[in-house]
């Protein structure tokens, strides 16, 4: 089955692509022909997920799904959340939100946190979405140059090393977006017949 990861994120589509059995055929946006930023304005995880995935199927005919994800620090009421990629400002710098949320937590002993991704599917008769979590905390400062985002400063429960210190196979085992995209395979090859 072909279908389209509706994201420019080459280190999302290398984690997919690991991810994915044999039989289904993995898409970029590029493969299709869509070169442009996919907007993403909505106030939720949920709702960008679906506005995404919604554009790119009612635009270029592909089934496809979309994620969006968010880091949810307690002590600071969820954030960055939904602004997880333009926490510290719109171009998107991971350095400068990382920065910003270690500024944020300075002097905070409650360092929970939890990754969270949501998967829209969406094809002629489905639009499903499947949620991804992983808890854990944030350290006092980055650790492991692997991964994106803010995996330097995550560490998941039951582990002693950031999600930047892991290998990718371990981190595609526990991630939220792991956990997410699992959901999905497993729907998606309950459909196989």
Do not use: W
């Not at 991630?175 to 497993?186: G, I, P, Y």
């Amino acid at each position: 089955m072909k279908i389209c990861f509706a994201t420019n994120n080459k280190n999302k589509l290398e984690e997919v692509q690991q991810m994915l059995p044999p039989h289904f055929e993995l898409v970029s946006l590029e493969e299709i022909g869509c070169t442009e930023e996919l907007r993403e304005d909505q106030n939720t995880l949920e709702g960008n997920s679906r506005q995404k995935a919604e554009y790119v199927y009612k635009t270029f005919g592909v089934p496809c799904f979309a994620d969006d994800t968010g880091l949810e620090v307690e002590a600071i009421n969820g954030e960055p959340g939904v602004l997880s990629a333009r926490y510290a400002g719109n171009e998107r710098n991971n350095e400068a939100n990382m920065a910003l949320l270690l500024s944020k937590l300075d002097g905070q002993s409650n360092r929970k946190a939890q990754f969270r991704t949501v998967i829209t599917f969406i094809t002629p008769s489905e639009d499903i979405q499947f949620e991804g979590v992983v808890k854990g905390e944030i350290i006092k400062e980055k650790a492991g140059d692997r991964g994106f985002g803010y995996d330097p400063l995550f560490i998941p429960e039951g582990y002693s090393e950031t999600f930047a210190q892991m290998s990718m196979n371990v981190k595609n085992e526990i991630s939220h977006r792991a956990r997410a995209f699992n959901q999905l395979v497993k729907y998606l090859s309950s459909k196989k017949s």
